[in-house]
């Protein structure tokens, strides 16, 4: 069983700042991409930014500049660092991972969502 935990999420001002984390646990033998997705009441799940082992980054349009992914593979955790928040970036964050369970199988797993709220 693997799970993913997120942390960091709240309520900020407009021009803030905020970190997520995700960090995998169970039995696993290595995790291949990792992301960040966020849905907003009444929208579609849309991605955000993602990672993969080899560490090349991509962004949404809309966070490129701002938001900035990053993992840790020691510690299966992934971040969301986000700066200059804006309100339309409020939404339920979650987190993604395509997790090596054995050699010869992966799957794809979620997490259980983090409210980031901006708002004066």
């Known amino acids: 069983q693997v799970q993913l935990v997120e942390s960091g999420g709240g309520l900020v001002q407009p021009g803030g700042s905020l970190r997520l984390s995700c960090a995998a646990s169970?039995?696993?033998?290595?995790?291949?991409?990792m992301a960040w997705y966020r849905q907003a009441p009444g929208k579609q799940r849309e991605l955000v930014a993602a990672?993969?082992?080899?560490?090349?980054?991509n962004y949404a349009d809309s966070v490129q500049g701002r938001f900035t992914i990053s993992r840790d593979n020691a510690k299966n955790t992934v971040y969301l660092q986000m700066n200059n928040l804006k309100p339309e970036d409020t939404a339920v964050y979650y987190c993604?991972?395509?997790?090596?369970?054995?050699?010869?199988?992966?799957?794809?797993?979620w997490g259980q969502g983090t409210q980031v709220t901006v708002s004066s």
């Open positions: 993604n991972a395509l997790v090596r369970v054995t050699s010869l199988s992966a799957f794809n797993y």
């Open positions: 169970g039995r696993f033998s290595g995790i291949y991409d």
């Open positions: 990672i993969p082992s080899g560490g090349n980054t």
